[in-house]
């Protein structure tokens, strides 16, 4: 473990990655006491006003700060994409372990039913579910979590068939170990770096698909300031304010590629051929 | 007293070129504090009869007989009655140390795991019979090596760490399967030497399943000779290596580089297709036509010297 923090601290790139989102989580949690004004207070005097010195970016239609929402708007996606990535990580790495490990008519039914899943665009299904739930964030929460498990199901399924021939499973199976210990405590610590590398890239992916929910109206529900509900206010005065949409945008696309960044830096770091390579 | 005692014991696998037939009739009996040497070549069955001991062959294997543990009938037990024996009272020590232990896992973890499984020792008092456990098939400085990963011990210690993991319950029979494979010579002879001394301090039985001789005169009290899938030959060590009578011992034997290094004719049937008869018939210098039809009965032809062939009808 210790030399898979050295390697990443050797990558510029993710450690970059890893400072950003540091940085993002760190006024994600301190937004109640960093932000200059609340974000859902409206001050109909100052409408649609550009940066200044008050207003660093600058203010909404109905003259709400444009910096205390994205601040908060940090807070939600950060919080709400941790949420996801837990719970299909969970979901994934279980179905994954029991289709493997077990085979036969589960594995098949369980493969199929990711075979069927993965066979559409994610956003398409998480429209449906959404749509079906009505719009609110939790809803959201719920039609990601329940598409996006597949992928980690595969990745896990995978790597279980493989570790379960090894032979240190029949060494603990001739010690004693029940079916449940072995797959929890000897495979599941064999297959869980690829699912890392996958919830990291996945954290990037999975914010962006809230915001793009939100933005179609399906996500958080104004006045709430998540970051696509944001983009989809500031539309009708894109051309007259800009900045409704610049900041909020900007947001998106800092915290995807830093969590990609990182992704991409934990794969080369997890992954002993690349190990070799940089030790030469 | 008969602490195992394996009765018409028949193994098969179902493929798809037809049955593999890789244990044949097998009858065998292991003494308390008995060390039992199975030898035989490649691909005999000695490593299938002893997976079949602990029930660990996969579910389609198709498996006769009676393999009594103390009077009780393993193939008869449950999942979970035989959970308790896995370990506790028979341990199997595997040929390859380096894949048979997790590399994700510290050594101190893997070795207290039959602790825990079996005492129902919590983790940290686990740790504690670990060190001593340690100590005793002398690994240098325990209580830091029990934090290190199989992949930083030498493949002597991994294997000398692999007996102490068996021997963690003190079960009162081993499995060893080729525990000397892999290794050279000299970490090989402290390793027969570890096995020695703890075989004959305590009661505890063992199989040794190999096919290198030295090793097996080294340990074994008496030695079966299997030729595929079936014992041709049961002898007390020093009997066996003075006297061998089956013409397959007496040719393994005289393959020996000690003793003429001759090679012997032919190779190993397949247990797939193997000959009828006596299975050593195409090999064997004094066949005759009688060999060819039936299979040769095991007789006894001196105290505790059992043979399978027909020349000492």
Wanted: net charge neutral.
């Amino acid at each position: 473990m210790m030399s898979i923090v050295q390697q990443l601290k050797k990558d510029k790139i993710a450690m970059i990655g890893a400072v950003i989102i540091l940085f993002l989580a760190g006024i994600a949690i301190l937004a109640p006491h960093i932000t200059p004004y609340d974000p859902i207070e409206l001050d109909l005097e100052n409408r649609l006003s550009s940066s200044d010195v008050n207003h660093l970016m600058g203010t909404d239609n109905l003259g709400r700060d444009v910096l205390s929402r994205v601040i908060y708007g940090a807070r939600i996606s950060l919080s709400m994409a941790t949420v996801v990535v837990v719970i299909v990580m969970l979901l994934g790495i279980a179905m994954g372990t029991i289709a493997g490990y077990l085979g036969g008519i589960i594995d098949g039914t369980i493969m199929r039913v990711v075979d069927v899943l993965l066979a559409f665009p994610n956003i398409i299904l998480a429209l449906v579910i959404a749509g079906i739930l009505g719009p609110s964030l939790t809803n959201v929460m719920i039609a990601l979590s329940a598409i996006w498990w597949v992928g980690y199901a595969r990745i896990i399924r995978g790597s279980v068939l493989s570790v379960k021939e090894k032979e240190f499973v029949e060494a603990a199976r001739a010690m004693g170990c029940s079916d449940t210990h072995i797959a929890i405590r000897h495979i599941l610590p064999n297959v869980l770096s690829p699912v890392i590398v996958l919830a990291t890239l996945d954290m990037g992916h999975i914010i962006l698909s809230i915001a793009a929910l939100s933005f179609l109206g399906l996500g958080a529900q104004p006045p709430i300031p998540e970051w696509g509900t944001m983009l989809n206010e500031g539309r009708p005065f894109m051309e007259t304010a800009p900045h409704l949409m610049i900041f909020p945008g900007l947001m998106i696309m800092v915290v995807v590629l830093a969590f990609n960044f990182l992704g991409d830096g934990l794969r080369d770091a997890l992954d002993p051929r690349m190990k070799e390579v940089m030790m030469k | 007293m008969t602490l195992l005692s394996i009765q018409n014991l028949k193994v098969h696998f179902h493929t798809e070129d037809g049955a593999v037939r890789a244990v044949n009739d097998v009858d065998l009996v292991i003494e308390e504090g008995e060390t039992l040497g199975l030898i035989g070549e490649t691909g005999c069955g000695k490593t299938v009869l002893g997976l079949s001991i602990l029930r660990l062959l996969s579910e389609n294997t198709k498996v006769e007989g009676k393999i009594l543990y103390k009077g009780k009938d393993l193939l008869k037990l449950n999942e979970g009655e035989m959970r308790k024996i896995r370990g506790k009272e028979i341990a199997m020590i595997f040929q390859n140390p380096l894949t048979s232990m997790n590399p994700v896992l510290t050594i101190g973890t893997q070795i207290s795991e039959p602790f825990e499984l079996h005492q129902g020792l919590k983790k940290k008092d686990a740790i504690q019979k670990v060190i001593a456990i340690l100590k005793l098939v002398r690994i240098p400085s325990p209580s830091e090596r029990i934090n290190e990963y199989p992949h930083e011990f030498s493949g002597g210690m991994r294997q000398r760490a692999m007996i102490a993991m068996g021997l963690a319950c003190e079960p009162s029979l081993i499995l060893a399967d080729e525990p000397t494979k892999g290794l050279d010579v000299t970490i090989q002879a402290q390793v027969v030497d570890l096995m020695k001394e703890l075989t004959t301090n305590s009661k505890t039985s063992m199989l040794l399943i190999t096919h290198d001789l030295g090793v097996a005169a080294e340990l074994c009290d008496n030695i079966a000779v299997m030729y595929p899938g079936e014992i041709v030959e049961y002898a007390d060590i020093k009997e066996l290596f003075k006297n061998p009578k089956h013409p397959y011992t007496q040719g393994f034997l005289g393959s020996l580089p000690g003793r003429g290094l001759k090679p012997m004719n032919g190779m190993s049937p397949s247990l797939i297709d193997l000959p009828e008869g006596c299975k050593f018939h195409p090999r064997c210098p004094f066949a005759r036509e009688r060999c060819k039809n039936k299979r040769p009965e095991m007789v006894e032809i001196g105290k505790k010297h059992f043979v399978r062939c027909f020349l000492y009808d």
